[in-house]
């Protein structure tokens, strides 16, 4: 039960795109379309922001984007706005029914 | 508006236990698979167990080394974690949260932290 890879940072100004990756094996990431991904502010819980790679839950912005290519997810972020400021990790279903989470990468707005 | 109450966190010393509750509401609680997350203080998120619906199936984080045991009440609406022989590195926010299958983890409770002393 390896943990997925996640770059540690990511940064950008506010009206920019920013894309995180995460990282994983055929037997999580690249074996199921049960990647999904969450937002954490500072002292909050985390909120689900994106599931099964690319579905968004009611009232997440369509600014949210979520992709798989092989044994990588990707968020992107489209016009970066302050508020998206947070911790991001992502989440892989895999074999043997274990949840696989990412080691976050936190986000900077400029 | 669904709704997660942790509870039962506090300071424990290595080689105890302690009992997280967690009493959900504003869904049909016996439908839905219940996970327990954790983060350790400064670091990310680890999934430590989760439980199906009726209570048939359940599966934990292999590091566990069987020290952890998820059950649920569904007439009580809640979910439990008994975590016994704690270690210092159990010391973490412990969150419930619904699970909409295939770990898809859309309701987060606020947290309990658990401290474990050595």
């Known amino acids: 039960q390896s943990a997925l890879t996640q770059p540690p940072s990511a940064s950008g100004s506010p009206g920019q795109s920013v894309t995180i990756s995460c990282t994983g094996t055929?037997?999580?990431?690249?074996?199921?379309?049960?990647v999904s991904w969450y937002q954490q502010h500072p002292g909050k819980a985390p909120k689900f922001m994106i599931y099964e790679v690319d579905k968004r839950p009611s009232g997440v912005p369509d600014r949210f984007f979520g992709s798989k290519s092989g044994n990588t997810a990707f968020l992107t972020i489209s016009g970066l706005q302050a508020e998206d400021e947070a911790d991001y990790y992502c989440?892989?279903?895999?074999?043997?029914?274990?949840?696989?989470f990412g080691g976050g990468t936190k986000l900077t707005v400029l | 508006e669904v709704e997660l109450v942790e509870s039962g966190g506090g300071l424990v010393q290595a080689g105890g236990s302690l009992r997280l509750s967690c009493a959900a509401s504003?869904?049909?609680?016996?439908?839905?698979?219940m996970t327990w997350v954790r983060q350790a203080p400064g670091k990310g998120l680890e999934w430590v167990a989760d439980i199906k619906g009726d209570g048939s199936a359940r599966h934990y984080l292999n590091s566990l080394e069987g020290r952890f045991t998820v059950s649920r009440d569904n007439v009580k609406t809640s979910v439990y974690l008994q975590m016994n022989s704690l270690r210092a590195e159990d010391t973490a926010v412990y969150y419930c949260?619904?699970?909409?299958?295939?770990?898809?983890?859309?309701?987060w409770g606020q947290g309990a932290l658990v401290t474990v002393s050595s």
């Open positions: 504003g869904f049909a609680f016996g439908a839905h698979w």
């Open positions: 949260v619904r699970n909409l299958g295939f770990h898809r983890l859309d309701s």
């Open positions: 989440l892989s279903y895999g074999t043997g029914s274990v949840a696989l």
């Open positions: 055929n037997s999580d990431v690249g074996g199921y379309n049960y």
